[in-house]
């Protein structure tokens, strides 16, 4: 049902290494397929997207403006749902904002004492792209998480793209753009979508960034189009890993690493304890509530192809190895998550304690559930306000200053032959 491994077995590292393995999806003809398409969108716009939407979203557009969501049709979405959704889409939106809002950057300047002004300029980006998967497979969370934080930023302009599959739109996800204050709705997806976000079309305007989740084709539109587009990462399967001393209750552990099995068979779930005994309790547990899941045929195969139950040797021991996978959602499920802290290196998001569960993170808890995956998160961080902005470097220098670096940028100048680049320094030099 699940894998058991030992720290102290002689072939851990090796069955670990294992575990942890994973491969980008790849498919005959993919890539070939994915830049066709990227390269007629960016030839014949509007007509290409509308033919590939037709063909691969089953629907019957003529015109481009077939394609465009109104806000009137984001408000009465909004309408639509009950009022416990609403409510529950605006209190997520209000403690993302509030979270988003800590980690907005100011620009900067100082002087030196020779009159030089150094410093840097913070810009918000002009507008960006947010993909949403469409049909069954919606996200009204992504749409927040994504939204939020560029407008958080100062983003002017967030465009959403989302296909509606034989015309089927839910209304969900509208609901949290109207909430998210997205500036327009384009129901296209796939490939062509990307496409029209990064090159633009009659009716797409081009952005300077794509962020959100999607499917092989998505991602491998992203990233062909990086370089003329930021975007925000390459995102692989979910993973959970959770630390537990062996006092909570073992239902709590089995539904956390179920939390991130159900979101398809190549997700990852990790359970690490010095405790034998309670490792036993948890895998009684997922015998017991897996058979209760609506996904729980997902939750089998994700368990048992990449699942695992490790005993190890002590709690020091279960955060070096969770520094080693680096993973995206950590749980800290012990009596005092506050001194494993320091020593935790790699993780996307950390969850403190026996009563924070990974889903809080997902949904409302205020930080973004954009994170970094397959061991990414050792060089990389969550999705932010950060990631909606640019730096500009600002110098200005005095007639004093520039004297005085000039004489060093000569030197260094003449050091690479750069002759030109010595003389502009030179001729500020006061004689």
């Known amino acids: 049902m699940i894998n058991r491994l030992d720290s102290s077995q002689a072939d851990f590292s090796a069955a670990l290494d294992s575990l942890l393995q994973w491969e980008a999806e790849q498919q005959d003809g993919i890539e070939k397929t994915v830049r066709e398409i990227l390269l007629d969108v960016k030839a014949r716009g509007d007509l290409a997207l509308i033919e590939f939407t037709n063909k691969f979203d089953r629907r019957e557009v003529q015109q481009a403006s077939e ?17 416990q959704e609403k409510a529950a889409l605006e209190t997520a939106a209000e403690r993302i904002r509030s979270y988003h809002q800590k980690q907005v950057q100011e620009s900067w300047q100082y002087t030196e004492s020779n009159g030089s002004v150094l410093g840097q300029k913070i810009t918000p980006l002009d507008r960006v792209g947010l993909y949403v998967p469409g049909g069954k497979a919606s ?15 100062g983003v002017q302009e967030v465009v959403l793209v989302t296909p509606t599959p034989a015309g089927e739109v839910n209304q969900l996800v509208l609901a949290a753009a109207a909430v998210a204050g ?20 009659e009716t797409v305007p081009r952005v300077d960034k794509i962020v959100g989740p999607g499917n092989i084709f998505v991602a491998t539109a992203k990233r062909e189009v990086f370089g003329t587009v930021d975007i925000d990462m390459i995102a692989g399967p979910s993973e959970i890993l959770i630390i537990c001393d062996g006092k909570t209750d073992p239902d709590w552990v089995a539904m956390d690493l179920f939390s991130q099995a159900e979101h398809d068979e190549q997700a990852q779930s990790i359970l690490l304890c ?29 368990l048992a192809n ?37 020593a935790i290196k790699h993780a996307g998001a950390i969850f403190m304690g026996r009563y924070t ?24 961080s969550p999705l932010g ?31 690479e032959s750069l002759e030109a680049h010595a003389l502009a320094a030179e001729f500020r030099i006061e004689k």
């Open 67 to 83: 394609l465009v969501l109104t806000e009137e049709s984001l408000q009465a979405a909004l309408d639509s749902i009950s009022a």
């Open 139 to 153: 996200y009204p969370s992504s749409v927040l998480m994504s939204a939020v934080p560029a407008k958080v930023a």
């Open 182 to 201: 997205v500036t327009s709705v384009i129901t296209v997806g796939g490939a062509q979508a990307v496409a029209a976000l990064a090159y633009g079309t």
């Open 385 to 415: 306000t950060y990631d909606f902005v640019k730096r500009s470097s600002i110098i200005a220098c005095s007639p004093q200053a520039a004297s005085e670096l000039g004489k060093v940028a000569s030197v260094l100048a003449r050091g």
């Open 306 to 342: 990449r699942g695992a139950l490790i005993k190890v040797k002590d709690l020091h021991e279960a955060v070096d190895i969770a520094n080693r996978i680096a993973p995206e959602h950590l749980e800290l499920s012990v009596d005092a998550p506050e001194s494993l802290l320091p």
């Open 274 to 302: 010095p405790d034998a005994s309670f490792l036993e309790q948890v895998e009684a547990s997922i015998a017991k509530l897996l058979p209760t899941l609506q996904r729980k045929d997902i939750v089998k195969v994700s």
């Open 357 to 380: 569960s990974e889903s809080l993170g997902d949904y409302c808890a205020g930080p973004n559930h954009v994170l970094p995956t397959s061991g990414t998160a050792r060089f990389s």
